[in-house]
């Protein structure tokens, strides 16, 4: 399993954390285990979670140091904790995996107001092992390894093509209401490159919209942001579509950086996040600038801003994808500009984290933790969207068979911020119930492997 992710489960501040040690406990009276034993990296789990870990005064005081490491680690995580995760670099398997990781596409069961149900391919990376198989956007897929898809079984078989290395896949067109030019498509698992930021300029009545889509947010994705803005400022675009439907976050500072290019009134000081931790992280607050600059290879603040666009209003496209740092572009722009969100409600984390690992020389321990560290607010104090943020206008890409390519401007979440732009008001398909999603490949229960 490889050890770079197209999406980030917990989004990182680029910081580098130092255990020294991974056989004693500070606590008077800890056991001491010897050193390269299972309980042993337990308590050094414990030790890291105790310093770190947000919820850790309701950690178990005696947890069992004889559990496996994966295990002992998930017998010490809040009730209310959907999100951090351990991986043993040293072991593949103790990796996430998700449809979209292994095989760079997702897919959603749907059920039409005929009540038929379909599964219909909603993402596709460019240049992954799905993309150059030829799998794209809209199309329909009838089996997965032989067997038909539905309701029912969807879950399982998203579960099983996790524990394959090559998949099968029965796809067809969307035509008329029906599947048609039905072909069989093999996916192997494999590597997906970084994906590119996608724009495009739409023009109507003489006003211009710039619309761009952004997979996630790397760090040292400044200067790829900066030549779109350019390219927009040049263009004079008065409206701005953001469309961060699939973003599972990523680097809090490239989501600062797109932050500091769009509105107006902003400076250097002015401020951009606020960490809450547990009794030793305390608070942390950050500048857009300082924010920025925790990117080693990012462009800084002031650079930013000479091709900043200065709006006073931005959409922005999401779904129960957009997460972490896509999640904090939107509710961290609102203290300086109308937010106007469209799609489904958000995936609701509201929280941050980094990597804990030992940094010794020779390493003695392979595991790697990530844990929840910080609740994040906004310049106005404002958070807590662990439900998720819901959108002003409601709409369901799902409204209109087959799928239309990301940046058509007849694709439903692109048409009806359009619409928005153009007329005011919102269409038909935000008030479309008639569509069911019943199951996607990219859920929290389907995507996070715990």
């Given at each position: 399993?490889?050890?770079?992710?197209?999406?980030?489960?917990?989004?990182?501040?680029?910081?580098?954390?130092?255990?020294?040690?991974?056989?004693?406990?500070?606590?008077?009276?800890?056991?001491?285990?010897?050193?390269?034993?299972?309980?042993?990296?337990?308590?050094?789990?414990?030790?890291?979670?105790?310093?770190?870990?947000?919820?850790?005064?309701?950690?178990?005081?005696?947890?069992?140091?004889?559990?496996?490491?994966?295990?002992?680690?998930?017998?010490?995580?809040?009730?209310?904790?959907?999100?951090?995760?351990?991986?043993?670099?040293?072991?593949?398997?103790?990796?996430?995996?998700?449809?979209?990781?292994?095989?760079?596409?997702?897919?959603?069961?749907?059920?039409?107001?005929?009540?038929?149900?379909?599964?219909?391919?909603?993402?596709?990376?460019?240049?992954?092992?799905?993309?150059?198989?030829?799998?794209?956007?809209?199309?329909?897929?009838?089996?997965?390894?032989?067997?038909?898809?539905?309701?029912?079984?969807?879950?399982?078989?998203?579960?099983?093509?996790?524990?394959?290395?090559?998949?099968?896949?029965?796809?067809?067109?969307?035509?008329?209401?029906?599947?048609?030019?039905?072909?069989?498509?093999?996916?192997?698992?494999?590597?997906?490159?970084?994906?590119?930021?996608?724009?495009?300029?739409?023009?109507?009545?003489?006003?211009?919209?710039?619309?761009?889509?952004?997979?996630?947010?790397?760090?040292?994705?400044?200067?790829?942001?900066?030549?779109?803005?350019?390219?927009?400022?040049?263009?004079?675009?008065?409206?701005?579509?953001?469309?961060?439907?699939?973003?599972?976050?990523?680097?809090?500072?490239?989501?600062?950086?797109?932050?500091?290019?769009?509105?107006?009134?902003?400076?250097?000081?002015?401020?951009?996040?606020?960490?809450?931790?547990?009794?030793?992280?305390?608070?942390?607050?950050?500048?857009?600038?300082?924010?920025?600059?925790?990117?080693?290879?990012?462009?800084?603040?002031?650079a930013l801003r000479t091709n900043a666009l200065n709006l006073n209003k931005v959409y922005i496209l999401t779904s129960r994808s957009t997460a972490s740092a896509s999640e904090i572009v939107i509710n961290n722009l609102k203290p300086y500009m109308q937010v106007i969100q469209v799609g489904d409600v958000t995936l609701g984390k509201d929280m941050a984290g980094f990597m804990v690992e030992d940094k010794r020389k020779p390493k003695k321990i392979s595991w790697q933790l990530h844990p929840v560290i910080y609740?994040?607010?906004?310049?106005?104090?404002?958070?807590?969207?662990?439900?998720?943020?819901?959108?002003?206008?409601?709409?369901?890409?799902?409204?209109?068979?087959?799928?239309?390519?990301?940046?058509?401007?007849?694709?439903?979440?692109?048409?009806?911020?359009?619409?928005?732009?153009?007329?005011?008001?919102?269409?038909?398909?935000?008030?479309?119930?008639?569509?069911?999603?019943?199951?996607?490949?990219?859920?929290?229960?389907?995507?996070?492997?715990?």
């Amino acid at each position: 399993m490889k050890k770079h992710f197209t999406f980030q489960l917990l989004f990182l501040l680029a910081v580098s954390v130092f255990i020294l040690s991974c056989t004693r406990n500070d606590d008077e009276g800890a056991p001491v285990f010897p050193e390269g034993s299972t309980e042993s990296v337990n308590l050094w789990v414990q030790d890291s979670m105790k310093r770190y870990y947000y919820w850790a005064e309701q950690m178990p005081a005696k947890p069992d140091y004889h559990l496996p490491v994966k295990d002992f680690f998930k017998s010490l995580l809040s009730a209310q904790d959907r999100f951090s995760f351990a991986v043993d670099t040293q072991d593949p398997s103790s990796y996430p995996r998700s449809v979209r990781n292994m095989y760079g596409f997702d897919y959603a069961v749907i059920q039409l107001a005929n009540g038929n149900v379909v599964t219909t391919v909603k993402l596709v990376m460019k240049n992954s092992p799905a993309f150059n198989s030829g799998l794209e956007r809209g199309m329909m897929i009838t089996k997965i390894n032989g067997t038909a898809i539905t309701a029912a079984n969807a879950e399982e078989l998203t579960s099983s093509i996790k524990d394959k290395t090559v998949i099968e896949l029965r796809v067809g067109n969307w035509k008329n209401g029906a599947v048609t030019d039905e072909k069989n498509i093999t996916v192997y698992y494999g590597y997906s490159f970084e994906q590119p930021l996608e724009s495009k300029i739409f023009e109507k009545n003489g006003k211009k919209t710039g619309y761009l889509y952004i997979y996630d947010f790397p760090d040292g994705m400044t200067s790829s942001l900066n030549q779109k803005f350019a390219a927009f400022k040049a263009a004079g675009i008065q409206e701005l579509i953001l469309d961060l439907r699939y973003n599972y976050g990523g680097s809090v500072s490239s989501a600062a950086a797109l932050c500091s290019m769009i509105p107006s009134g902003i400076s250097s000081s002015s401020p951009f996040i606020i960490y809450k931790g547990n009794k030793n992280g305390g608070e942390v607050k950050r500048t857009f600038a300082r924010q920025i600059a925790y990117d080693p290879a990012a462009l800084d603040f002031n650079a930013l801003r000479t091709n900043a666009l200065n709006l006073n209003k931005v959409y922005i496209l999401t779904s129960r994808s957009t997460a972490s740092a896509s999640e904090i572009v939107i509710n961290n722009l609102k203290p300086y500009m109308q937010v106007i969100q469209v799609g489904d409600v958000t995936l609701g984390k509201d929280m941050a984290g980094f990597m804990v690992e030992d940094k010794r020389k020779p390493k003695k321990i392979s595991w790697q933790l990530h844990p929840v560290i910080y609740k994040v607010f906004n310049a106005d104090g404002e958070g807590g969207y662990n439900n998720g943020i819901s959108p002003q206008i409601t709409a369901s890409e799902y409204a209109a068979l087959p799928l239309l390519p990301l940046g058509d401007s007849q694709e439903t979440l692109i048409a009806e911020a359009m619409n928005n732009i153009y007329s005011k008001s919102a269409g038909k398909n935000a008030l479309d119930g008639s569509i069911k999603i019943l199951f996607q490949s990219d859920t929290p229960s389907a995507a996070i492997g715990k």
